[in-house]
Each structure stands twice: as C-alpha cells, then as structure tokens.
C-alpha cells in the first residue's frame, strides 16, 4: 500500500479504520480486474489467468471483522491499571465487585483474563492471569452470524453463555435482572428452563430454573400475550367492568376457562387493561375485564393467573415532557384530573404509569404536568401514585414519611409551556419590590423553582395577566416563608429596594409597571 496519511493528526483508531477501508476497495478491484480478464481469456487460447493472494485477503477481512466485534467483546483487552475492572454500565471500580452494574466487562492489568466459569464475586466472571481451572478463557459472541431466534417465544431456548440473560428489549444483563428491560426474554443455559409462573423472589418475572415442575411448569408459547400473577387480584376489580366471564364450577379447569375466555375478549377490546378474579360473598367467583387495575391486592391463589395483564400498547406522545427526578409538587392533591397508580413497586411499572399520564395530559387542555404522589396504606406503608394535575405550585422535596428518594426520572413531568403573550408595554426594574405587593393582590403567580428561567417565566404570566386587566397596574415579586411569589396588584405604591439576600436582584423583571397608553408610567422610588 502506498503512504497515504503523512503527516495527519488522525486518531490511530480512525487511521485503522481507514486503512481497512481503502484495503478492502483494493481487494475489490483486483476481483474486478481478474473478472475482465478471464472474461477476455475464455475466448482466446491459451487464456490468460491472474491470481489473489486469498490468504492475505482473508487476513484483511478477518481483521476488519475483529475490529466492527471489539465494542461486542470488551473482556478481550484488559484495563490499563492494577485491580481496576470496568463493569458492563461504563463503572469504574477498584473493589473487583460490579454487581448491579451488569457484571464485569474488564479485567485488570495484573489479572488480563476473564474466564468463562461464573465463580467469582456474586457469581460473575472471574479474572485471572491463567483460566486453566475456570473452563478456559471467555469466548467472544461470532458478530458475524448472530443468533436468531423467534421473538414470538425467544424463551423456547436459552441464550450461548452461563450467566447470561436476555430481556424483552434486547439487553444483556449478567445478573438475572430484567425489570428495567421489559422482563426476561431468554435464560442462560445454566438455568435454560423459562417457567410460566411470575415469583417475587424471581423479581417479579418469569422464574429460569433447570427444573419448573413446581413453578407452572415451562412457559408456554400460546397465550403469552398476557402477563399473569397467582394470588393476586386488582382493588378495581368491579369498577366499570367491560364484561363478566363467571367460572361455571369449583375446578381449575373452570376457572382457566374463564381467565382464558376473558383473555381473548380483552385482546380484542381497545379499552380493556386486563383480567382480575373477583369472588363475592359466597365464594362464586368471576374474572372481570376492567379498564384499570388500581392497586394490586394480596389472595390466597386460585389458578396462575388470578390477575393477567395485557400487553402494553404502544403509547402515543407528540411532545416531549420536561422530567424533574427526586422532587414532587407542592400541589399534587390540588386539581387533580386523573390518578394514574403502579401495580407494583418496581422503577418499570412506576415508569409506564408516568408515561400513561404524560399521555393523557397531553390531550387535556387543562393539564399543567404529572407529579408523583405518595399515599399511606394499611401497615404504615406508602403507595406511589402519578396524578394528572391543573397546577403544579412549586417543586419541593420529598418529606422523610414519604419514603421517596428519587423513585424515577419523571417523579415530575411538566407538559411544554405554551408562549405567554403579552399585549402591553411594561417598564422593567431589578432588586425592586412594590410595597404594596401583598395589599389584596389581584391574582398570584407562583414560579416552579428558584432557577432564573423559571422565575422569568412567572414574571411573564403576571404581566400576561396584567396586559389584559384594567385594574392592574404592576407586577412585583414578594417573599413569604414558603418562597418567591409575583403578585399582580391594582396599585404598586413606592418602589423598595430589596434587601439581604435578595438585595442584588433576582431577575430584569422584580418589579413591572404597566405603561398608560401615552407611555407614561409612574416612577415612584424610595431608596
């Protein structure tokens, strides 16, 4: 090959990319050229015949293959440092342990080997300078022929490696845990057995075990569409019922009929959310489909399937939410339009209810965002809620008995604010207030937190407010012991200058004074 970079600054990686790149043209052309050529030498005598050389070819294929698989095989090449391991989520750690970050991804300079046993640190990979006695060295997923498999029932078999499992979305995780991935599509084949039954202590998913007698037995490929629980059942389970289907006699067989034949009814109805058990006083018992679950309930079970959940719809957002993690608002049990409530605890349930409500909020004019709310329950512990609500107040933080602490990126999602129009000219002064702000204020405009964008933003409002009424005259911000406010007032009175903490200013727009429509304004100050 010819010098073709010189003195360029390329990043090696890139200069290998390149090199790969124009190789491979190179091969390609002399395939033509040798095509031209027997092409011209069949009809002549004697024909004239060129040759490759095939093993440097498939050296540069080969190479360039390895390359486009590095980033699929990160174990192969250890870290720069002594007892310093990458885990699969980017961490860093220094403690070998990379439990909960997706497993070990890289080995330490002074232990360059990760093994394919699963024998260390909670059971992931060990990393040892000699893999003799851990089943040799891991191998690398072949990137040129990836598994396929029918994503109808992935779970018919197990994924290439122990320890490895495969979720819904098409993450790999080493650690069993797929609740934030849709669930468990694939086992690994140390436990390639996917069981019908959902275990709490399986992390509320489907159970991989060599083994699921006595767990449903294995999940089966029909009728998967549903997600189903034993001994459970929805607190909703007789709220705006969308049919009945009554189990006809005291057998399994009758009651699987009925949780079946209310399966296949909520398939097809647009509204329906699922299918709960619900049995009355007399112990005659139903499956109901309903068009939302509430709160899920605590039974003794019947059959697998107690409470059966159909498959998520595709949501549908034209906007996009600004989320807010770790705090709520003030207001979250004022004005609220819809109350939208996890079936469980877990981040991928409270995730699908925030997204249920961005939806609604988004076709609801009066919607101002969704705030996560906490309600106590029986036995002293909190239920987690989003409501839908016309008003936010202003972001705060979680209180202690609440038992929140960040639950997910969404506890406050705010729909986009429309443009304020304002009609009016105001005249603008910073680190002023009117000391008159807080005598019988015609309205009050509360920002959603101390950052400068939001107060501008009630600022705004006030004056959008005051551009259309003829009694106010001013807007002006005021302190009170729960934070800043900007009052819309009929009369400012002096102009005060703001003092302590607040005596530099908040925003252009402290204090703004409504100009008559000669542009007059009244300039008032006391110093």
Known sequence: MPRIFGSCSLPPRCKHALWHLLSLVFVHSVRQEIGNLEAIGAGST?????????????????????TAAQDNCPWSKPMDQDDVLQCVNGDVVDDYNCTGRGGRAKCPRNQPLMCADLLCTNGDHCCEEDCSEHNG???????????????????????DENGKTLCVSGHIVYDYNCSNYGGRAQCAPNSPVMCANIEEHCGEDHCCESDCSEL??????????????????????????????????????AAEKARDDCEAFCLESAPCWGCSIHCNAHEACSWNA????????????T??????IKPRRALVRQITFKRYKGKRCSDNYKGILQEFVPISSWPSDAEW????????????????????KSKRVSGGTHRHQWNAISDCGRLVDFEPKEQLAGLIDGDVAMKPTPPVVI?????QYEAYYCDDVNHEPLKTFVPLSSESIDLNYASDLCEAFCSKSAECTACSVTKRSSGLYWNAVKDC?????????????????????????EGDVSKKKDE
């Open 46 to 66: 004697p024909a004239v015949r060129w040759h490759t050389d095939s093993a440097l070819e498939g050296a540069l294929l080969e190479d360039s293959t390895n």
């Open 137 to 159: 060295p891991r191998t690398c997923p072949d990137t040129r022929q990836p598994t396929s498999f029918d994503h109808s029932c992935a779970w018919s078999k197990p994924t």
């Open 216 to 253: 449903g037995g294995p999940r089966p490929c029909q009728n998967t569409q549903f997600k189903r629980y034993l001994g459970n059942y929805c607190n909703h389970n007789t709220r705006a019922v969308l049919k009945h289907f009554n189990v006809l006699s005291p057998s399994d067989s």
């Open 290 to 301: 309903i068009p939302d679950c509430g709160e899920r309930k605590f039974r003794s079970g």
């Open 303 to 308: 059959i697998h399937g107690d409470l059966t």
């Open 353 to 372: 209810e925030r997204d249920r409500c961005e939806e609604f909020c988004e076709k609801t004019k009066a919607c101002w965002g969704c705030s996560v």
């Open 423 to 427: 009609s009016a000219y105001f005249e």
């Open 493 to 517: 009175g002096h102009l005060k200058r703001l003092s302590g903490d607040l005596s530099g200013g908040l925003i252009v727009g402290d204090v703004s004074k409504k100009k008559d429509a």
